[in-house]
């Protein structure tokens, strides 16, 4: 395999015969095999480095989903203080109702049948 063609096939990645994977060893021959006698991925520097670089990630996902949170929380207030209370269990009426609606299409009868009896107490508290 030339070093076009391996380049083609791997990328810069070398293909490592004793783990059957790609790694970033060195290529001593040009055949795309990685020929070093232990391999890259098993050293605790890397690991370690790998292992920073997935928690950086999770914290910056768990940060991420967090903000929208707020903002979704943020925008459910507002709109919130703009209602009145009769507004807000119009809403939440229709949200249980369509929420019963599609418990019942996926057959989950016993929940939808506990939801009809919330919506009924909650109309007849619009009612009221």
Not at 14 to 40: A, F, H, I, N, S
Not at 70 to 76: G, H, S, V
Not at 104 to 128: P, Q, V
């Amino acid at each position: 395999m030339t070093k076009e063609e391996r380049v083609e096939k791997y990328g810069s990645f070398l293909y490592c015969p004793k783990r059957e994977t790609l790694c970033m060893g060195q290529d001593y021959e040009g055949t795309g095999e990685c020929l070093l006698e232990t391999c890259v991925l098993d050293d605790p520097a890397y690991q370690a480095r790998q292992e920073r670089i997935q928690r950086r990630q999770k914290e910056l996902w768990d940060k991420h989903r967090g903000q929208k949170k707020e903002e979704k929380e943020a925008a459910a207030n507002i709109r919130a203080q703009n209602k009145t209370s009769q507004d807000l269990l119009r809403m939440k009426i229709e949200k249980t109702r369509s929420k019963m609606e599609r418990y019942y299409r996926k057959g989950w009868t016993n929940l939808a049948n506990k939801l009809g009896l919330e919506l009924a107490e909650m109309e007849r508290r619009l009612r009221a």
